[in-house]
């Protein structure tokens, strides 16, 4: 049974740092794309992040880009998303999803495996 779990989600004052972490289980995805979606109240759920099988290769949301730095170790079946500069807008329940392919996607359907969530508040 494949697993996803997230952790380091919290309470954070505006402009502070969050280091989230997904670890897998049940079957590795060192040979495939992962990633972070948001959902927060009352709104679609979104594209955060999302980085290559290799970590060679990382997208963003606009609203993220230059804040957020996704990064994956394979030896762990990890992928963690540093958060920086956090704002109120970033607060959401965030998602680690895992692809069977082997493209990266910021289409959340392209995503197959997903956590159950962390949830990020900031306060402003």
């Known amino acids: 049974q494949v697993q996803l779990v997230e952790s380091g989600g919290g309470l954070v004052q505006a402009g502070g740092s969050l280091r989230l972490s997904c670890a897998a289980s049940g079957r590795t995805f060192s040979r495939n794309p992962m990633g972070w979606f948001r959902q927060a109240p009352g709104k679609e759920r979104e594209f955060v992040a999302a980085?290559?099988?290799?970590?060679?290769?990382?997208y963003y949301a606009d609203s993220v880009n230059g804040r957020f730095t996704i990064s994956r170790d394979n030896a762990k079946n990890t992928v963690y998303l540093q958060m920086r500069s956090l704002k109120p807008e970033d607060t959401a329940v965030y998602y680690c999803v895992a692809s069977g392919s082997l493209g990266v996607t910021m289409i959340r359907d392209d995503y197959d495996y997903w956590g159950q969530g962390t949830q990020v508040t900031v306060s402003s």
């Open positions: 980085i290559s099988w290799s970590g060679g290769n990382s």
